[in-house]
């Protein structure tokens, strides 16, 4: 596949979420993220979804989604280039793809109680059956046609949309934060997505339940969560046991004091929820 076909079939939302990277503030057409080659308070990279570039006007360079994946992977133009071919590739075309290009590409149709036995049944697989009252099946409008999903909604009222063969945010990207009361509580457990959360919830009798809690979603938005986290008196981290991982848990526990560090109670697994599905007996 060549540089133009690849500019016009691989969008430039997923090629920046494929590096765990999403927008800081958005609006129907536009983006804006922080940059990619240093660190920023306030992001300065513009995306434009329809034109399916981006300007960064902390340096004046443009970018297409070759080039980012060239400053992002410092590599070749070639290497870019099978980077995006096995990225486009690694969508089914019978399902979703993974950006959301425009508010004006999707329309939410429907929230409702979770009933469709896909659904149902996708839960179960996920060992989580019973917390589906803290979530929404999502019948939505994408690009004319029609599709259905598990929804975890966020503090910015985007939908977290989850089923066998998606995974997708509908909306903008953000946080959520469930509090136990009415006020925050002495502690905040902290997970990445929400299927660790409803693995913390399905395990009253382990952990503290009665705790307030932070799903991040993406790590990527960490940065929403930094003024909150300083409310509590403790935060326990329930994070994967992968690189990326760690590595943002280093940075929690180098920004607050009393952290915690869950993880080593499923070693061995990628994180909370695999550890469940691989040693809870049915």
């Known amino acids: 596949m060549n540089c133009e076909n690849i500019k016009q079939k691989v969008g430039i939302r997923a090629v920046l979420e494929s590096f765990g990277l999403f927008p800081a503030k958005e609006n129907r057409r536009t983006a804006f993220y922080f940059a990619l080659e240093r660190e920023e308070k306030i992001p300065s990279l513009s995306v434009d979804f329809i034109k399916n570039t981006a300007f960064d006007f902390g340096t004046g360079k443009?970018?297409?989604?070759?080039?980012?994946v060239q400053q992002i992977k410092k590599c070749s133009v070639s290497e870019a280039l099978?980077?995006?071919?096995?990225?486009?590739?690694?969508?089914?075309?019978?399902?979703?793809?993974?950006?959301?290009?425009?508010?004006a590409s999707y329309k939410i149709l429907k929230i409702k109680e979770i009933r469709h036995p896909a659904l149902i049944q996708y839960l179960k697989s996920r060992k989580v059956l019973e917390q589906k009252h803290l979530l929404k099946e999502i019948d939505y409008e994408f690009c004319g046609r029609n599709y259905f999903g598990i929804g975890f909604e966020n503090n910015s009222g985007g939908f977290e949309i989850r089923n066998a063969f998606t995974k997708l945010c509908l909306g903008p990207k953000d946080v959520t934060l469930v509090r136990a009361g009415s006020k925050p509580t002495a502690e905040?457990?902290?997970?990445?997505?929400?299927?660790d959360y409803l693995t913390f919830r399905n395990l009253e009798n382990t952990f503290n339940s009665a705790?307030?809690?932070?799903?991040?979603?993406?790590?990527?938005?960490?940065?929403?969560?930094?003024r909150l986290l300083k409310e509590?008196?403790?935060?326990?981290?329930?994070?994967?046991?992968?690189a990326n991982g760690k590595s943002v848990a280093l940075k929690i526990r180098n920004e607050y004091h009393n952290v915690e560090d869950c993880s080593l109670m499923y070693h061995g697994y990628k994180d909370l929820n695999e550890w469940l599905i691989k040693t809870k007996v049915p």
């Open 62 to 68: 443009s970018y297409d989604v070759i080039s980012i």
């Open 82 to 103: 099978k980077y995006l071919s096995a990225l486009d590739l690694s969508f089914d075309p019978g399902q979703v793809p993974v950006e959301i290009q425009s508010e």
């Open 188 to 195: 905040i457990a902290v997970f990445e997505g929400f299927f």
């Open 211 to 226: 705790c307030d809690c932070l799903i991040l979603n993406s790590t990527a938005v960490l940065f929403k969560a930094e």
């Open 232 to 242: 509590y008196h403790k935060i326990l981290l329930f994070l994967d046991n992968d």
